[in-house]
């Protein structure tokens, strides 16, 4: 299996340098793509000189999950490659923006790419519908938005992000003991257990702040996220309320603290 990344040419705030896709050509002539990007002329016309110099046709994009700027270039795509499926785990309200006929993917499915099988990984938290593909002959993982490095994977609490299930995903990519990510941002990770205990860490050490800030009085959002991430560059702020709610909404979950008419407390 020999991924070729693909940059679908969409830097932005959010997007960092914007958001790798991979193109795997068998050398029987079949390729997928793992995520669609945004629908960018360049992009388009990138996998199409690399299906060309390899006489290859693309017949499955695989999407790690329903974020804009994973899934919303396969009608683009689709335009083009007419014989492609589009797959992804299901989620509805999102998928229906992307007009494809999406097939479903499930947990454990295994899928062909680059003349060999991928393992579908249902990851949660980032996303309900997020997914990692495995290739266990390489211990390579397709990782998606679960670890980007340089930068905070976000946990949309409001738009069905979960820190538990999120943080549960990173365990589940530890315990396979991969051996190279491949991530929908930034450089690819070939230390992965470091990076996965990195990240968990983070979020643990994150909660103890929230926790802290709790028992300091901080009762909102807004003075809980002023109290961590202080000095922190104001368009990210939004991000940063996001994270700290999907904190809060985890410590509700396990019973630590508690939504009243007045705020947060313990
Ligand atoms: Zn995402």
């Known amino acids: 299996m020999h991924p ?68 919303a270039g396969a009608p683009a795509i689709a335009a083009v490659h ?23 993917l499930a947990d454990g499915d295994m899928v062909v790419a680059g003349g060999g099988l991928l393992t579908v990984l249902h990851t949660p938290g980032h996303s309900p519908d997020h997914i990692a593909f495995w290739h266990e002959p390489t211990r390579t993982i397709f990782s998606g938005d679960l670890v980007t490095l340089g930068s905070s994977v976000m946990i949309h609490s409001s738009r069905g992000g979960d820190l538990a299930q999120y943080m549960a995903s990173l365990e589940r990519l530890l315990a396979l003991n991969p051996r190279v990510l491949l991530p929908a941002h930034g450089p690819r990770i070939d230390d992965p257990t470091a990076v996965l205990i990195g990240y968990l860490e983070h979020r643990r050490s994150r909660e103890r702040q ?36 999907a904190h809060l ?16 407390r313990l």
């Open 82 to 104: 007419t014989a492609a499926v589009f797959e992804k785990y299901p989620w509805p309200e999102e998928d229906s923006r992307y007009a494809v006929p999406w097939r479903a």
């Open 210 to 245: 929230v926790i802290a800030a709790l028992a300091a009085g901080h009762a909102t959002v807004q003075t809980i996220a002023e109290s961590i991430y202080d000095g922190l560059d104001p368009a990210l702020m939004p991000a940063a309320h996001e994270n700290v709610r």
């Open 4 to 71: 070729v990344l693909i940059a679908a040419r969409n830097p932005g705030a959010m997007t960092g340098h914007g958001n790798n896709t991979y193109l795997i050509i068998d050398p029987g002539g079949g390729a997928a793509l793992i995520d669609a990007g945004v629908g960018h002329e360049d992009h388009l016309a990138e996998i199409a000189d690399r299906l060309a110099a390899d006489a290859a046709m693309l017949e499955r994009v695989l999407v790690t999950h329903g974020h804009a700027d994973h899934a």
């Open 249 to 264: 909404e985890k410590l509700e979950a396990e019973g630590v603290a508690v939504e009243e008419v007045d705020g947060w």
